[in-house]
């Protein structure tokens, strides 16, 4: 299945959390598929909000600053939309442990909030859902798939399958449409850079820019899987754009998944210079740390036919040359 562009056109989407970065290439390459895009985001200096992010669609799009705990802001926003892509939330996990209640706020009370609205102002909506990998701890087996255990193993983990199960009930009892797309390690342009809130990725590509080595805790051996964005947003798109995926559940990931010492090395080469160095794990990490780790993403693609395209060698290279030209508006 090829995603179908025509599908957005005219069409009112709203993206919470549309000012990060999965939600901003979210919304350009929906302005690109011609739908009237409507931004919400609470743009809370930590959670990764930036408005140089949807700087190519800036006079395209509408922007609402608010937060998805205000209920009665996302009733009135709700109204009249298509799609609802839900991307709003707290990512980081060390966060999570430290501040458990914001956490509690955000990924999970609040999909209640955003789900009543929708129950109540917009029954005929179509949710996408963007949840996480982390649900499912430390793997049994390899890849994971969707029939594997869920065991979080920190409270960012609970709250996200507390939110995951909200939709999926509303779902099944008050027939809102709604689908889930569990996330890996998802990078590219436009990620968070600053620190490592949400991905280490994006605090590795800091660290090269700034030619300061990149740290890897542990011996490097443990195994991740990769999603470039442009694959990730493919896979929204497909997923909302398709009448097969009402109340499904899908992995994305990878089928090459690489060693955190070779992905840094691989970074390493494809900026010209830099190193890494080793620590061992920082206590509070070390508890919640997953060790290895890849998806099974069969289910998605059997359904629809979604694979990623663009390697993880070809990725680095076009989100390095994207900070580097960029660097400023992330830092």
């Given at each position: 299945m090829k995603l179908n562009a025509e599908v957005f056109l005219n069409k009112k989407v709203i993206i919470s959390g549309g000012l990060g970065f999965i939600g901003s290439n979210l919304a350009i390459k929906l302005v690109d598929c011609g739908a009237v895009v409507t931004i919400v985001d609470s743009l809370i200096p930590e959670y990764g909000g930036n408005l140089w992010n949807i700087e190519p669609v800036k006079d395209k799009v509408k922007i609402n600053i608010s937060d998805v705990r205000d209920e009665h802001s996302i009733q009135h926003l709700i109204q009249g939309q298509d799609y609802f892509f839900n991307l709003a939330g707290q990512t980081s996990?060390?966060?999570?442990?430290?501040?458990?209640?914001?956490?509690?706020?955000?990924?999970?009370?609040?999909?209640?909030?955003?789900?009543?609205?929708?129950?109540?102002?917009?029954?005929?909506?179509?949710?996408?859902?963007?949840?996480?990998?982390?649900?499912?701890?430390?793997?049994?087996?390899?890849?994971?798939?969707?029939?594997?255990?869920?065991?979080?193993?920190?409270?960012?983990?609970?709250?996200?399958?507390?939110?995951?199960?909200?939709?999926?009930?509303?779902?099944?009892?008050?027939?809102?449409?709604?689908?889930?797309?569990?996330?890996?390690?998802?990078?590219?342009?436009?990620?968070?850079?600053?620190?490592?809130?949400?991905?280490?990725?994006?605090?590795?590509?800091?660290?090269?820019?700034?030619?300061?080595?990149?740290?890897?805790?542990?011996?490097?051996?443990?195994?991740?899987?990769?999603?470039y964005i442009d694959d990730v947003v493919d896979a929204f798109l497909m997923v909302a754009g398709s009448d097969q995926w009402k109340g499904s559940i899908f992995n994305l990931g990878n089928d090459q998944p690489i060693s955190l010492k070779t992905t840094a090395e691989m970074m390493i080469e494809e900026n010209n210079g830099g190193n890494y160095i080793f620590k061992e794990f920082p206590a509070d990490l070390k508890k919640i740390d997953i060790g290895d780790f890849y998806s099974d993403f069969g289910k998605i693609k059997q359904m629809l036919d979604w694979t990623p395209k663009v390697s993880t060698r070809e990725g680095i290279k076009e989100t390095l040359e994207y900070f580097i030209k960029n660097y400023n508006y992330y830092i």
């Open positions: 996990h060390l966060d999570s442990m430290q501040n458990p209640y914001t956490d509690l706020e955000i990924n999970s009370k609040a999909q209640l909030f955003i789900l009543e609205a929708c129950k109540k102002y917009n029954p005929g909506i179509k949710i996408i859902f963007a949840s996480t990998r982390q649900l499912y701890g430390k793997p049994q087996y390899l890849p994971v798939d969707e029939k594997h255990p869920l065991f979080p193993v920190d409270v960012n983990g609970i709250n996200k399958l507390s939110g995951e199960w909200y939709h999926i009930v509303y779902n099944h009892v008050y027939d809102i449409k709604t689908a889930i797309l569990r996330l890996t390690n998802t990078f590219g342009p436009r990620m968070r850079i600053k620190d490592a809130r949400q991905t280490f990725l994006g605090i590795w590509i800091r660290n090269l820019i700034e030619n300061k080595p990149i740290t890897i805790f542990g011996d490097g051996s443990q195994i991740r899987d990769y999603n």
